[in-house]
């Protein structure tokens, strides 16, 4: 198996299918308008089906579309049904801001997609509109019923907590999941990318969450799946489903990470916060063999030595203190979550 220097093996794939997105969401887009990837730089559905097989064969067992959001690409069930069909491949997702889901989902779902991640940070409409600032509430919730009619499992409802922002929603996002079937995923709010002017100031802790939560709807912990999954997860003592908290800044997972990116335009990412990428798509589209790929990919992965949450976490508690603007990344529409 493959592994890099800290001894983690590369298990999961997150694929970027476009770096566009109809959002704007404040802690990911905060812009209105962005320079996009021209369209002739984009990896064709056949160029992520052939680098996806490649991964599988060094040992990747999931894979996760992102994007961008992933169902403004189009005919996006199309690649999905060349990935679905990967011998060695256990696990296929999809992230979305479920704005379009409900007129794809069965499309999707034919394909061999079985579940889906759904980014939402609040149900109050008004709220709604100043985090995400272009798009529709109600979509959203039409297209996570839609998956749901459409037996995809399990669903999982994302949410990015920020204090002032909407601290204030985490019960009642928590009932809505548990009253629907949904499975709700907390995120602390992290530094991603240059531009979403991110303070620790803004940041609700995984401690402070579960705090909350259990106040009113007492759980215990039942760990990260497969002891490398990025939330860690916890069911309700009643046993009405399960919750989950990634806390990247307060509790790095660094030790456990196993995932690698590639970007929309070709490039291998091996961390959400890196600066710079390997570009992939060079190789494809100059003739390279299978097997000169594959060593390519292998010796990135034998080398990668990341670590940022939990450098970031010990600048956080050191006396020099930590500032993200002097953190140059990688934009979060380029990698996806």
């Known amino acids: 198996m493959l592994r890099d220097i800290y001894n983690r093996p590369l298990k999961g794939l997150r694929i970027s299918v476009t770096d566009r997105c109809n959002f704007r969401c404040t802690y990911c887009m905060p812009f209105d308008e962005y320079e996009w990837v021209d369209k002739k730089e984009i990896l064709t559905f056949e160029e992520i089906a052939r680098l996806a097989g490649l991964f599988v064969q060094l040992g990747v067992d999931k894979i996760r579309l992102t994007g961008g959001e992933p169902l403004l690409r189009r005919d996006l069930e199309k690649l999905i049904r060349k990935l679905s069909s990967l011998s060695g491949l256990k696990d296929l997702c999809l992230t979305t801001n479920g ?11 034919s394909a061999g997609l079985r579940r889906i991640n ?6 109050n409409p008004e709220k709604f509109a100043r985090i995400r600032r272009w798009g529709d509430l109600a979509k959203v919730l039409e297209g996570l019923f839609t998956a749901k009619s459409y037996g995809l499992d399990p669903i999982k ?14 019960l009642d996002l928590v009932e809505f999941s548990r009253k629907n079937g949904f499975t709700i995923r907390f995120i602390e709010y992290m530094d991603v990318g240059n531009s979403n002017n991110w ?11 579960l705090a909350i939560i259990n106040a009113r709807y007492p759980v215990r912990e039942v760990g990260r799946n497969k002891g490398s999954a990025p939330s860690v997860d916890y069911e309700f003592i009643d046993g009405q489903g399960e919750v989950g908290v990634i806390a990247s800044v307060s509790e ?10 590639l970007t929309a335009e070709g490039k291998l990412v091996t961390c959400l916060f890196s600066a710079t990428g390997y570009d992939l798509k060079a190789l494809l589209r100059h003739g390279a063999t299978e097997e000169e790929i594959i060593e390519v990919i292998s010796a990135i992965w034998r ?10 976490l010990e600048a956080m508690n050191s006396a020099r203190g930590y500032r993200a603007k002097d953190h140059k990344k990688i934009e979060m529409i380029s990698l996806g979550g």
């Open 99 to 109: 704005s379009l889901l409900a007129e794809k989902v069965s499309a999707l779902k």
């Open 199 to 209: 303070t620790s100031e803004k940041l609700v802790s995984k401690k402070e969450i």
């Open 252 to 261: 790095p997972f660094c030790s456990s990470c196993s995932r690698a990116r």
């Open 118 to 123: 759904v980014s939402l940070d609040t149900l």
């Open 303 to 312: 080398k990668r030595t990341d670590r940022y949450s939990d450098e970031r």
């Open 157 to 170: 409802v994302n949410a990015v907590i920020e204090r002032g922002v909407n601290d204030d929603d985490i």
